[in-house]
């Protein structure tokens, strides 16, 4: 919906150019950002600049043809066109209510300077918070049907460090790491840097259709030059098409705080207005679901004596959302079929359920109740079999009038060679939004293709995935509490994701293997921070019964008029306060360290008295041991206010402000009060030892030589032959701190510089059978005065091993009575290969090792 439009155009003819007028500029409507294009040598050229910092150096544009010339120049300047662009329009849904579309645009018609001819046209629209710009291929007679090998865009930065994940053709699901931009290889995008000058960068695309996806991957001859790499057919070629054809948006998001990239809508503004007329039927909602027991291996997707997606089940799930003001439901693995899942083949039957799950009677009892079924469907990346069948489950769910669906693509494409973020996935993902909207049919899509803002042509695409969830904290080795912190900086650049918060038992393995890595109140608080308009209760409903923190949850809307990111750091901590009508929330998380911040509620309506609901922290909170302790108070509160936030390492606090009356008012404790307790709170918070710090010991050997008889893998190397003295003690979780070794014998000597008496030796030992790390057959302890006649002190055998999904840390340790010696050696023989019942059967197995003890 358009509140008020205002465009302006002109035109520059060719024959106005000289060679001295080859260049061509544009600048941002407030003139703090700008965008130059030129003709070197003929070849195109563009670079940008943001206030007097230089953002973009000069960079080359272009693409490589197969059985065609190359589109890289030499080009002439044929025509540029200038046009200011001005409205402000209205979403279906999202994070404001009302946007602001406001652009100065320059195209730029190029054509060759040989006998061909041919033609492109180059746009530019640069916006007050960042650019976009495309190629657009005019219908021509010498050029019509054409396959794309390499787009040649490049984006030569000025160097700083990222925030990426690699640039995979089929999965976003990654860690993210932050390093200098020389240490990246490729990267998918959002691909955010900090830059030396202190702005923040993100480069992404929009508007992706019929298109590969883009990728950037890192020029060797430039730390900082990066090219765009398309993600390619089994053939090699990256695009086949067509013209008159016109290429996505590639998109530099530009802000001096990393929080105005969260308040861009960039992406948004470069894509089209909605092709669907009638809206109505698009309703954001929040919803519980038969998931999150399947993903910690409490029931099956599959039939059988554990299976989740039974009558029964999902009509004790509808009384509970039906209770407490949930409209939806998620279901998944109630159709015939999941038993060919991640088979190879999985070909599933969308439309027939399995016997104990009876599907009009669910949708029936759940419309009693005002609950709607959310559908499923899981391809298994079997995609010819789904689309074999779509219409007939669209046509089903349309029928039994089901609103929306949740697709997933979790498994290798067929047929084999096609990539989940090629062109051909692209095509189908669209295909599936528009087949959906004939049905009126919302959808969640797992495994995506990325974001690139084409929910607001197509508002029915609600959500997606495309990183990693929370289900990576019921079978991995977790999310670290960092990962929550950068999303909204990288993933959430491009639109909502469908994370799944609101686990509430944090500690659910019994075995201690998985967890999820947050506080409670950081889960409520992922409600506010990490956006979507299907957003998930995602826990067993069991867990939330009984407890006040979920009232959090009933509250929170899923769609919201207003937005503001208050302070953020990116990878340490954000704050965002969102605006529903009259009233306000305000999320805030951090990553592992403890953290203390001062808000000013200014945001808040002058004149108002607020009740804050506030869900916080509590003294006794630690993401360690008591993870699920919270405080909860009502306070009154003003927009003249300050909050003081004090968050435990991986914590958090939400906060709900609904307006209230004098006399309402005047019954609440003034928030000045809470805010008197989180200094003693922060004291107590900062002695709490963070997620990923490891434990430090002292002991003789700290600090001391090492020699080792044969060389640690260097994918695992904890640091180097130090590792093993620097007093530090590896754990279970990862491999970070622990020194791996495959195929060969463990040996170390250490060098204590003098004689010593010794009375005790140690030497941890990892076992993840799932990852073939076993502890070793036999571990040996010698000594030695000179380095060269050593002597057993101790020996250790293992009887051969059991199958345990349990992780295991072994400390190998031995008092000796008092003994002399300067050399302390520690040998240890691996397993032959991996037992036979292991699925590495017959291969090498690992051995990890961490600190030598010397006392």
Not at 164 to 175: A, H, N, R, V
Request: positive net charge; aromatic residues 12%.
């Amino acid at each position: 919906m358009k509140i008020r439009s205002l465009a302006l155009t002109a035109l520059i003819l060719g024959i106005l150019f000289s060679c001295q007028q080859n260049r061509l500029t544009t600048a941002s409507p407030d003139n703090q950002l700008k965008v130059s294009f030129i003709l070197k040598k003929g070849k195109p050229v563009y670079s940008v600049s943001y206030r007097k910092h230089r953002i973009i150096l000069p960079s080359a544009m272009g693409f490589k043809l197969k059985e065609n010339q190359d589109l890289t120049g030499p080009f002439e300047i044929i025509s540029s066109t200038r046009r200011t662009f001005d409205e402000v329009w209205r979403p279906v849904w999202g994070t404001d209510r009302e946007i602001s579309n406001h652009f100065n645009e320059l195209s730029v018609l190029l054509q060759e300077k040989n006998s061909l001819k041919r033609r492109i046209k180059i746009v530019f629209r640069v916006f007050n918070d960042g650019l976009g710009f495309r190629y657009e291929f005019p219908e021509q007679p010498n050029l019509k049907n054409f396959q794309i090998t390499s787009e040649e865009t490049y984006f030569r930065l000025t160097g700083g460090k990222a925030w990426w994940i690699p640039g995979d053709y089929d999965s976003y699901e990654f860690l993210y790491r932050h390093t200098p931009l020389a240490q990246v290889d490729s990267a998918a995008t959002p691909f955010t840097v900090e830059t030396k000058d202190g702005l923040f960068l993100s480069i992404h695309e929009a508007a992706l259709y019929d298109y590969a996806g883009m990728t950037l991957e890192r020029q060797p001859a430039d730390s900082s030059l990066f090219k765009s790499k398309l993600v390619p057919w089994l053939d090699g070629v990256k695009v086949k098409a067509k013209t008159p054809f016109k290429t996505p948006w590639r998109t530099i998001m530009i802000a001096d705080q990393p929080g105005k990239l969260i308040e861009s809508h960039l992406i948004q503004n470069l894509n089209e207005p909605s092709k669907i007329e009638d809206t109505s039927w698009i309703k954001p909602m929040k919803y519980v679901g038969i998931w999150w027991g399947m993903h910690i291996g409490k029931w099956t997707w599959y039939y059988g004596p554990r299976h989740g997606a039974t009558t029964e089940n999902a009509k004790r799930y509808i009384d509970f959302a039906s209770r407490h003001g949930i409209p939806g439901l998620l279901v998944e693995g109630w159709n015939k079929g999941w038993e060919t899942w991640l088979g190879g083949k999985n070909v599933q039957d969308y439309t027939t359920p399995y016997p104990d799950f009876d599907l009009q009677e669910v949708v029936r009892y759940g419309k009693q109740k005002g609950v709607e079924l959310i559908g499923h469907h899981e391809s298994g990346g079997n995609v010819p079999e789904y689309e074999r069948q779509i219409d007939d489950a669209f046509a089903l769910y349309q029928r039994l009038g089901v609103p929306a669906v949740k697709t997933g693509y979790a498994g290798k494409m067929l047929p084999q060679g096609v990539h989940h973020h090629g062109q051909r996935m692209v095509r189908h993902y669209q295909m599936v939004i528009e087949k959906a909207a004939k049905h009126r049919l919302m959808i969640d899509a797992h495994e995506p293709i990325k974001d690139t803002g084409i929910s607001r042509t197509w508002p029915n695409f609600l959500t997606r995935e495309g990183a990693r969830g929370m289900e990576y904290n019921a079978w991995s080795e977790g999310n670290p509490p960092e990962h929550t912190v950068i999303l909204p900086f990288t993933r959430l650049l491009a639109g909502p994701m469908d994370y799944t918060p609101g686990i509430f038992n944090l500690k659910f393995d019994p075995t201690g293997n998985h967890r999820v890595y947050t506080t409670l109140a950081k889960q409520l608080a992922y409600y506010v921070v990490i956006y979507s308009p299907m957003q998930m209760a995602a826990d067993l409903v069991e867990n939330y019964e009984n407890q006040p923190a979920f009232k959090f949850i009933e509250d929170v809307p899923v769609n919201w008029d207003e937005s503001k990111a208050l302070t953020a750091k990116i990878g340490d901590y954000l704050s965002v306060a969102r605006r529903n009508g009259d009233q306000w929330y305000l999320g805030t998380i951090t990553d592992e360290k403890a953290r203390e911040l001062k808000l000013s509620l200014n945001f808040l309506k002058p004149g108002l008295v607020y009740r804050a609901d506030v869900y916080t922290d509590a003294f006794e909170t630690n993401w360690r041991s008591n993870p699920a302790a919270i405080e909860i108070g009502k306070y009154r509160a003003t927009a003249d206010d300050s909050l003081y936030v004090s968050l435990s390492p991986s914590g958090g606090q939400a906060v709900r402000f609904l307006p209230v009356n004098e006399q309402e008012a005047q019954k609440l404790t003034p928030v000045r009060i809470f805010n008197q307790n989180q200094k003693a709170k922060a004291e107590v918070f900062s002695k709490i030892r963070p997620f990923g710090v490891p434990q430090k010991i002292k002991h003789k050997a700290v600090g001391k030589p090492v020699s080792l008889m044969n060389l640690f893998s260097e994918k695992y190397s904890a640091g180097g032959a130090k590792a093993l003295t620097d007093g530090v003690i590896g754990d279970t979780r990862d491999f970070q701190y622990w020194q791996g070794y495959r195929g060969v014998e463990f040996a170390a000597t250490i060098d204590l510089g003098s004689e010593r008496i010794i009375r005790r030796i140690a030497v941890g030992f990892l076992q993840k059978q799932p990852f073939w790390a076993f502890l070793p057959a036999s571990v040996t302890f010698l000594v030695s005065t000179d380095g060269k006649s050593f002597k057993r002190v101790a020996g250790f055998k293992e009887k051969a091993p059991e199958k345990k999904e349990a992780w295991q840390r072994k400390e190998y340790s031995k008092i000796l009575p008092e003994v002399t010696a300067r050399f302390i050696r520690v040998q240890a023989k691996p397993l032959s290969s991996c037992p036979s019942w292991h699925q590495g059967k017959g291969q090498k197995p690992w051995l990890f090792v961490d600190e030598i003890v010397v006392e």
